[in-house]
Structure formats: C-alpha cells, structure tokens
C-alpha cells in the first residue's frame, strides 16, 4: 500500500517535472544546424595511461596525446602474453597465445622465437536484427564505413558490451603495425574468424616462399597457397635476414581486400642486445616502446599509415547478409575501375579525429622518426609545415648519406614506404620554430571527407609549449567546434559559420522570411516535442494505473 | 572550444533518461517476472568470487586457460525464486562452419540453435569446437545479481572443449544465445535457451525464425 503511494507520488513529481521542460524548441537560427558537438577529447579516454608506466618491469613512455595507447596493452606487447602477470592479462583483451615469446638463441636477453596470431575482424558490417551497423568504428563523427582489419588474437566480444555495438578498443583500423627483430624465428599464424577466405603476404619481408615441409609462405591463392577458409587457420614462418619499415597484406581478392584494411607496416628492427620490441602497435601512431635501434638514434618513433576508402565497395557489407550475395558483390559486381574515394584515414580516422590519436608532440632539438606508408590506392603527398623532414629510408631499404634528402613534400604511390627523420633544430630549414604545424595530403582530395573540407589526411606536428589540457593543441585559429559535428559532414552547415557576425554566407533558405512561410505551409513536428509527449503520456497512464489501484484497495 | 550548444540537448536527453530509466525498471521487472520492489540493487552485484579460481575483471568470474574461458559459472547458488533445481540436465553443443551447411546463406553456426528446459533447471553446457579459430557460447539476460553483465559465457579456442555450469531463474523466458566475435552470431551462430514456454522466438535463428531485415534477391 505505502509503495502504491511512493509509486504514485514518484509519477506525479516526474509528471511535473516533465512539463517544465516541455516544449523548449530549440531557436530556429543558423547555430542551429550544429548538431551535438562531440568533446575534443572523449570521455571514456583513461587519462592516468598518458603518464610513464612502469608494467611487468618494461618502461612504456609517456603519450600526453588526448588517446593514447593502453599501457597494459604494450606491456603484453614486449613480453609476450606467455609471461605477463594475470592481473596485467586482465588489464587487456587478448587471448592468452596472442603473442608468445620464448626461447632466447642467441643468449643476448631477449627471446628470439616469437609466435604471433591474428584474426580477421569485420567493423561496422551488417545485422540482420538492427538497422544501423555493428561492431562499430567511426572514423569521423557519423562516419562509419564498413571494414576489415587484422587484429591481434583477443578474448570475449567483439562489442564493448552487449548493451553497446562499438568495437572493443582493439578491433580498428588500421592493421596493427607489427615489429620483429632481424634474425628472429617468427611463426605467424592467420585465424581466419572471418566469414570470407583470407590470407597473409609479407611484402617486402625476407622470408622464404616454402616453409620447411614445403608448404606455401607467400599467402598468395595463384601461386603459393590455397585459400584459409573460415574456421581455419595457416601459419607462415619467417626469419628475416634485412632489416626494414615492410607491409603485411591478405592477398586474396587483393583488389577488394588490401583496400577493405587487411593491410598494415610489419618492421624489421636491427638485431641488438635485451632488445624486448613492442610486437604491435594497434592503431599505429606512437611507439611507446622502441627498439634498441632506433632508441640510439632518436628520442622517438611513430608509425603513419595512409588510406582512403571508396565508399561503394565499403558499404557492400552493409547492405546484406547472405554469404552468396556478398561474395557475388565484392567479386564479381563491385567494378574497381570506377573506383572514386570518398574518405581518407591516417592511422584509421579522418580529420580531427586525427587530433585525439595521431598527434606528434615534439620538443626543441628532439630528433622523431616516422615511419610513413601509403596503404590507400592514391598517390600521398605528405607535406610538413614548419619543417624540412629527411628521408633515410625508402621502402624500408637505408639511403646512402648522400642520397638521404630533405623535402616539404614526400611522394609516395600505393604501396611505398619512406622513413623520415623529423628534427626540431631551428634554422630555418630543418625547422621554422615551435608552434602547432600541420602535416597533411597536399593532394588536395586526401585533405576531404566526402568531399568537405577540413577532413581527411590532417595531422599536426605540435611543440610541447603549445600542447593544452587533454592533449588539445593550444589552437588559435577558428572554433573547431563544427569539425567535431555530423552535421558538418553531412553538408549541412555553413562552413565560415562561426566566423561570419555579418551573415554573409549563411545557408539562403534559412533566412527568417523562408522560416516563416515553411511554418505556415506546413505542420512543424519537432521531434524533441514527439517525444516528451510520449514520455508524458507514459508517466500519465503510470499514474492513472496507480491511482486506480490505490483507490481500489482504499474501497476494500 | 568545446561550445556550449552541445548541452541544447539537455532537456530532451534528461527526459530521455528519465523515460528510460523507467522502462528500464520495468523490462527488469519483466525479465524477472517480479514485481518492481524485487529487483536487486545494482550494489549487489559483483560481490561473489571469492572461491573462483580468478577473477576476470568487472567483476566477473573467470576460469581461463590455453584451451579457453568459462566465465561466471554458477553450480550451487539458486536464483532468488527458485526453491531447489528442478532438474540437472547436460547439453552438448559442438560448434563450426561444418554446420552452416544446412542454413544457405549462412557462414558459422552450432549443431542446435535451440534447448529447451525446465525453470529454475541448472544447465551443465559441453561446449566443442570443430574450427580451429576461436567461438563462443554466450547466454545473455541472465538476474545480474547472480551473473555478472547477466551473462553466461564459454570461449574456447580452435579444435578444443570446455565445459561450464549455468542455473536458470523460475520465469519463463527465451535467452539469447550467441557467439560475439564480430559478425559470427549475424552469419548463423545464434541460438536459443526456452525456459518454461518461453516468451517467443528471437529473430533470425537459423531453422527457427526470420531475420527482422532480409536480404533483398
């Protein structure tokens, strides 16, 4: 009886309250095409994993960028998830033989026989029982265009939960870069969790093209291997004599898979004692950390990988279920010489999602390595503001000193690799200072989202004087606000916006005489208002059945 | 920078929560088939494996190994509305591309999509995979005071078994089976527990119901 009453006075506050609020129509100005603006830096980002860490005695640096990379995530990365502690193995999502390290051959501290396993995971793909995507991934706010991605072999779902379809953290794009050491026994074995058949190629990476039984190591369906079909798995054995910044991609239905993301950097790093490498770098981006090699020489290192996306072949998973139907789509009706991109991620976003993750943060006189691929299908033209970068590398193979050049602008065509010494020494040539310089495509397609510009290929270089709170750069130019909106790149709002007191180039059907003659030809329903009423009319009925009830036991 | 009309929202999102979390209360209720005053706190949840071999974050409770994990495996404990186990019964499931053959269209899938048992009875599940990658067999909706999440979850690696032990409540309800590795439970490996009469078909089970958006041919 007391919990009828509590009920029912409950519903009536709520009721009231509910009222209150109702009916607030947002104004109807320009502003107003500004959707929900997503905060720079998102919320469920753990700040303490910006900070030095010291997990099962491995040194992981600092990463002050607004997302950095799971501390605990590296920590197994370097030690091999064979021997990691189980609270550290509970900090991450893999698998307990994602990555086993053992066997120390040549008695120089670090173990030398490494076995890696990676699955195929498919992102933002179809759902017979949802209407939107699931396993989602966005690459820019709104942007979700169906992927695949190798990813290290993980435990439990695929979704952050089952109240949620987000992607767990470790499944995304780009394939995660991958190191070795020079000299190392590598057995990589390919769990093909995916519902087409896939394979591995090791572009560029010494191995031979028979294992030892004779069994294929080319991962390529017309020479070397027959296809992986799901639910199997194949292993490919290397033991890399040359060093280099190298590329591991599926091969089969190369036209369709390298393009769909099954493309990531697998390093070759100089043998050298106690040298423990971080095996993955997912999302690439910063190495938090490096090799013995590449520690002598610079104070750091980042991994930039390049692609842009044809959304006709991206949403094919999208659009059905059926395996038949699908296979039918991407081999036989998707046509590639129609091929146009329409959006284009460094290290999986789009401009100025590339603001929360890809971030180089440099100090006066640092001396940064990065090594640059073009996984997409266009040319990259990478230019750097504020600095003359060297190129020591080409497709992972060293330049002679004098062939090591220095340039504003990098071509690579699909496929290349340059690796690049980035030195913040200024003399008006290696660098013009310390400030926040952007680095982006300067194909000026590559610096769009769907056509819209600032999206894309952008990054910036950002000295630590001008980096702020959450690792936001301390900006000075225009509200970037509208850039972290749907609505942006849905082309619904007026570029200069916020810029634009005068009204000079607001949207012409917007203006206040337009409102008015829409208003009186047509019945507004907003949609806020639909569902209060809703709400409203619950919370009534709710009311009203207690009431009734109530009344009724007070009659008896 | 970040603009305040990101908080314009705020009126309609508080109703949203408070509409929601109404609705919320009440699909409890129904899940449980209680009246509202019944339902646990949250606060009790997560406060039950102290025996368990280790614990697998969030509380959840975690037998892992090489082979695989079985996750918040309940034997003893009766859900608060079941007075003793109806009844002990084994189910063996095997797993694999090998049983998709049947459902055209479909790539993954378990050798049954469907059991069906008695309320309050505790489901003892041998969970065998005939692939060699990695799959699950995951029950969703479970009381959450006594399943972390609400789940009940085997995993297994490739060509492996593991066996894990479940205790259902009295009401008569459809569970979710599932695996959740991305896109295996939307291309066949889907299946459901029926307690009691159940509470209808889930869609898109191979063999059992239609999928709620069909492809178009």
Same mark, same amino acid.
């Given at each position: 009886? *007391?919990?009828?009453?509590?009920?029912?006075?409950?519903?009536?506050?709520?009721?009231?309250?509910?009222?209150?609020?109702?009916?607030?129509?947002?104004?109807?100005?320009?502003?107003?095409?500004?959707?929900?603006?997503?905060?720079?830096? !998102?919320?469920?980002?753990?700040?303490?994993?910006?900070?030095?860490?010291?997990?099962?005695?491995?040194?992981?640096?600092?990463?002050?960028?607004?997302?950095?990379?799971?501390?605990?995530?590296?920590?197994?990365?370097?030690?091999?998830?064979?021997?990691?502690?189980?609270?550290?193995?509970?900090?991450?999502?893999?698998?307990?033989?994602?990555?086993?390290?053992?066997? #120390?051959?040549?008695? *120089?501290?670090?173990?030398?026989?490494?076995?890696?396993?990676?699955?195929?995971?498919?992102?933002? +793909?179809?759902?017979?029982?949802?209407?939107?995507?699931?396993?989602?991934?966005?690459?820019?706010?709104?942007?979700?265009?169906?992927? &695949?991605?190798?990813?290290?072999?993980?435990?439990?779902?695929?979704?952050?939960?089952?109240?949620?379809?987000?992607? %767990?953290?470790?499944?995304?794009? !780009?394939?995660?870069?991958?190191?070795?050491?020079?000299?190392?026994?590598?057995?990589?074995?390919?769990? %093909?969790?995916?519902?087409?058949?896939?394979?591995?190629?090791?572009? +560029?990476?010494?191995?031979?093209?028979?294992?030892?039984?004779? #069994?294929?190591?080319?991962?390529? !369906?017309?020479?070397?291997?027959?296809?992986?079909?799901?639910?199997?798995?194949?292993?490919?054995?290397?033991?890399?004599?040359?060093?280099?910044?190298?590329?591991?991609?599926?091969?089969?239905?190369?036209?369709?898979?390298?393009? @769909?993301?099954?493309?990531? @950097?697998?390093?070759?790093?100089?043998?050298?004692?106690?040298?423990?490498?971080?095996?993955?770098?997912?999302?690439?981006?910063?190495?938090?950390?490096?090799?013995?090699?590449?520690?002598?020489?610079?104070?750091?290192?980042?991994?930039?990988?390049?692609?842009?996306?044809?959304?006709?072949?991206? %949403?094919?998973?999208? $659009?059905?279920?059926?395996?038949?139907? /699908?296979?039918?789509?991407?081999?036989?009706?998707?046509?590639?010489?129609?091929?146009?991109?329409?959006?284009?991620?460094?290290?999986?976003?789009?401009?100025?999602?590339?603001?929360?993750?890809?971030?180089?943060?440099?100090?006066?006189?640092?001396?940064?390595?990065?090594?640059?691929?073009?996984?997409?299908? $266009?040319? /990259?033209?990478?230019?750097?503001?504020?600095?003359?970068?060297?190129?020591?590398?080409?497709?992972?193979?060293?330049?002679?000193?004098?062939?090591?050049?220095?340039?504003?602008?990098?071509?690579?065509?699909?496929?290349?690799?340059?690796? /690049?010494?980035?030195?913040?020494?200024?003399?008006?040539?290696?660098?013009?200072?310390?400030?926040? &310089?952007?680095?982006?495509?300067?194909?000026?397609?590559?610096?769009?989202?769907?056509?819209?510009?600032?999206?894309?290929?952008?990054?910036?270089?950002?000295?630590?004087?001008?980096?702020?709170?959450?690792?936001?750069?301390?900006?000075?130019?225009?509200?970037?606000?509208?850039?972290?909106?749907?609505?942006?790149? $849905?082309?619904?709002?007026?570029? &200069?916006?916020?810029?634009?007191?005068?009204? /000079?180039?607001?949207?012409?059907?917007?203006?206040?005489?337009?409102?008015?003659?829409?208003?009186?030809?047509?019945?507004?329903?907003?949609?806020?208002?639909?569902?209060?009423?809703?709400?409203?009319?619950?919370?009534?009925?709710?009311?009203?059945?207690?009431?009734?009830?109530?009344?009724?036991?007070? #009659?008896? | 920078?970040?603009?305040?009309?990101?908080?314009?929202?705020?009126?309609?999102?508080?109703?949203?929560?408070?509409?929601?979390?109404?609705?919320?209360?009440?699909?409890?209720?129904?899940?449980?088939?209680?009246?509202?005053?019944?339902?646990?706190?949250?606060?009790?949840? %997560?406060?039950?494996?102290?025996?368990?071999?280790?614990?697998?974050?969030?509380?959840?409770?975690?037998?892992?190994?090489?082979?695989? @994990?079985? @996750?918040?495996?309940?034997?003893?404990?009766?859900?608060? #509305?079941?007075?003793?186990?109806?009844?002990?019964?084994?189910?063996?499931?095997?797993?694999?591309?090998?049983?998709?053959?049947?459902?055209?269209?479909?790539?993954?899938?378990?050798?049954?999509?469907?059991?069906?048992?008695?309320?309050?009875?505790?489901?003892?599940?041998?969970?065998?995979?005939?692939?060699?990658?990695?799959?699950?067999?995951?029950?969703?909706?479970?009381?959450?005071?006594?399943?972390?999440?609400?789940?009940?979850?085997?995993?297994?690696?490739?060509?492996?078994?593991?066996?894990?032990?479940?205790?259902?409540?009295?009401?008569?309800?459809?569970?979710?089976?599932?695996?959740?590795?991305?896109?295996?439970?939307?291309?066949?490996?889907?299946?459901?527990?029926?307690?009691?009469?159940?509470?209808?078909?889930?869609?898109?089970?191979?063999?059992?119901?239609? !999928?709620?958006?069909?492809?178009?041919?």
């Amino acid at each position: 009886m *007391d919990r009828c009453k509590l009920i029912f006075h409950i519903c009536t506050l709520l009721l009231i309250c509910s009222h209150s609020f109702a009916y607030q129509q947002t104004a109807k100005t320009e502003d107003s095409f500004l959707g929900l603006v997503e905060p720079f830096c !998102p919320k469920t980002v753990i700040p303490e994993w910006r900070d030095t860490h010291k997990i099962e005695n491995i040194t992981i640096a600092p990463s002050p960028i607004c997302n950095p990379d799971n501390p605990y995530n590296i920590a197994a990365f370097v030690k091999g998830t064979n021997n990691i502690s189980m609270a550290t193995m509970m900090s991450t999502q893999l698998s307990a033989d994602t990555l086993v390290k053992t066997n #120390d051959i040549d008695g *120089d501290g670090d173990p030398d026989e490494i076995h890696i396993r990676l699955e195929v995971i498919e992102l933002n +793909g179809f759902s017979p029982d949802l209407k939107d995507p699931v396993t989602t991934y966005n690459i820019a706010p709104g942007i979700q265009p169906g992927f &695949w991605a190798f990813a290290p072999k993980s435990r439990g779902m695929s979704n952050e939960s089952f109240a949620s379809t987000k992607a %767990n953290p470790l499944l995304r794009l !780009p394939s995660p870069s991958i190191r070795v050491e020079q000299g190392d026994k590598i057995i990589i074995t390919l769990e %093909n969790s995916h519902y087409f058949p896939h394979s591995i190629h090791f572009h +560029g990476v010494d191995h031979p093209f028979q294992k030892a039984n004779g #069994d294929g190591n080319d991962g390529v !369906p017309q020479t070397s291997n027959k296809l992986t079909m799901p639910g199997k798995l194949v292993s490919y054995e290397l033991t890399p004599r040359q060093t280099g910044t190298m590329v591991y991609h599926c091969h089969v239905q190369a036209h369709t898979h390298i393009l @769909m993301g099954l493309i990531g @950097m697998f390093i070759v790093e100089e043998n050298r004692p106690n040298n423990w490498l971080q095996t993955f770098n997912v999302g690439a981006g910063f190495v938090r950390h490096s090799s013995q090699a590449v520690k002598e020489q610079y104070s750091q290192e980042y991994d930039l990988q390049y692609q842009d996306i044809d959304r006709e072949l991206h %949403n094919l998973i999208q $659009q059905g279920n059926d395996s038949r139907l /699908l296979a039918k789509a991407f081999n036989r009706n998707y046509n590639i010489t129609e091929r146009t991109p329409d959006y284009f991620i460094l290290n999986g976003r789009s401009f100025p999602y590339t603001l929360r993750e890809s971030l180089i943060v440099i100090k006066p006189e640092e001396k940064i390595k990065l090594r640059v691929f073009n996984a997409g299908d $266009q040319q /990259l033209a990478l230019h750097t503001h504020g600095f003359k970068p060297t190129a020591t590398h080409f497709d992972g193979i060293k330049l002679r000193p004098e062939a090591q050049i220095q340039r504003d602008v990098f071509t690579l065509g699909p496929a290349q690799r340059v690796d /690049l010494e980035l030195y913040a020494h200024n003399d008006g040539l290696n660098n013009m200072g310390a400030g926040i &310089w952007t680095y982006h495509d300067h194909n000026e397609l590559g610096v769009t989202t769907d056509g819209i510009y600032p999206g894309g290929h952008i990054s910036s270089v950002v000295f630590d004087s001008f980096l702020g709170p959450e690792g936001m750069p301390k900006l000075q130019g225009v509200d970037v606000s509208p850039f972290f909106t749907k609505e942006f790149y $849905q082309k619904k709002y007026p570029v &200069w916006n916020l810029s634009d007191d005068n009204r /000079l180039y607001g949207n012409v059907a917007e203006t206040a005489a337009n409102i008015t003659a829409k208003e009186q030809n047509s019945i507004a329903f907003d949609s806020n208002q639909i569902i209060i009423l809703i709400l409203q009319i619950f919370l009534l009925l709710i009311t009203i059945y207690f009431l009734r009830k109530h009344s009724k036991k007070s #009659d008896d | 920078m970040i603009n305040k009309k990101q908080y314009k929202s705020f009126s309609t999102g508080t109703l949203v929560a408070v509409g929601l979390s109404i609705t919320g209360l009440y699909s409890e209720a129904i899940a449980t088939d209680k009246p509202f005053e019944t339902v646990d706190p949250v606060t009790t949840v %997560n406060n039950k494996h102290d025996h368990k071999l280790m614990e697998g974050g969030c509380g959840s409770n975690m037998r892992m190994d090489i082979k695989g @994990m079985v @996750m918040n495996e309940n034997k003893t404990e009766l859900p608060k #509305d079941c007075e003793k186990i109806s009844e002990d019964i084994t189910i063996k499931v095997q797993a694999g591309t090998e049983f998709a053959n049947q459902y055209p269209g479909t790539v993954f899938g378990f050798d049954e999509h469907q059991w069906q048992v008695k309320p309050c009875s505790r489901i003892t599940v041998e969970f065998n995979n005939k692939d060699e990658t990695r799959h699950q067999w995951m029950v969703h909706g479970l009381p959450k005071y006594l399943y972390p999440k609400g789940m009940f979850h085997i995993e297994v690696n490739g060509l492996e078994s593991k066996t894990g032990t479940f205790i259902v409540p009295s009401s008569h309800f459809t569970y979710l089976v599932h695996c959740d590795i991305a896109q295996h439970m939307e291309k066949g490996m889907k299946a459901q527990i029926r307690v009691g009469n159940g509470r209808g078909d889930l869609p898109s089970i191979p063999g059992i119901s239609a !999928p709620t958006f069909s492809d178009i041919f």
